[in-house]
């Protein structure tokens, strides 16, 4: 087995070839999702549990900065928390993430007290957090290289939401919105400390792990909520 250092395009190809795989864009859900087809019991289980994943992606963006020595890397990164937590100036996608939920008739507390978290759902986020806290910082980074696929997924979400589910006050939508633009700029930053940091034979195969490890969070997280909302498990 070679220990050779991949080159920059076979790294970034093997990269991606694990998103064109495994990405959860792919999990049926989401395919019922893009077609119209969830019920309303269905959509809303999905964002009660989501809430779970946004409200724990700046603890993890956190582990990560906690690990990681690099001011320049840091400077980059930290972003992150205020997109998620907010600040004076801007509610951050934790609160847009719960008008969200009210547009979608369920309310913030039922997100907040965890009302309707599936165990699968809460088991793939705690995962990820801890692999987030354990892992080198570059492969913790090189995990969230999902959100290399996460903007065509957004912008389809975006378009079927607002043709199938005219039930969803439209105001309630403005996360996916963001979310096109903040996850292009945060892939491109995040496959530029990849390719800097992992610089080592062992960081690339552990950073190409850990991205597939990241598409089954993503894809556990959509089976749990499959299973507990969608009719044919009735
Ligand atoms: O809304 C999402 C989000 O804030 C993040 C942060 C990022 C990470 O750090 O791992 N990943 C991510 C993702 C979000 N939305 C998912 C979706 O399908 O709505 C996609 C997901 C990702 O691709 O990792």
Known sequence: MTTELLHRETFIA????????AYHDKHPFHVAMNEGLLSTDALRGWVANRFYYQHNIPI???????????REVR????????????????????????RLSEACGVSRNELLE????????????????????????????????????????????????????????????DYFRRRVTQARRDSGEALAITLEHCNTHELQNA?????KFKCDVLWSMLDAIHYAYTRANR
């Open 14 to 21: 093997k990269l991606r070839e694990v998103g064109e795989r």
């Open 114 to 173: 965890d009302r309707h978290l599936q165990p699968g759902v809460r088991f793939a986020v705690d995962a990820y957090v801890n692999f987030a806290r354990m892992q080198p910082w570059p492969v913790a980074i090189a995990s969230s290289l999902t959100e290399l696929f996460a903007p065509d997924l957004m912008a389809t979400r975006l378009v079927a939401f607002e043709k199938f589910y005219t039930w969803i006050d439209p105001n309630g939508l």
């Open 75 to 98: 400077r980059v990164w930290i972003h992150r928390i205020i997109d998620h937590d907010g600040s004076s100036e801007n509610e951050g996608g934790i609160e847009a993430w719960l």
């Open 60 to 70: 993890k963006d956190a582990a990560i900065l906690s690990n990681c020595p690099l």
């Open 207 to 211: 950073a190409i792990r850990g991205l």
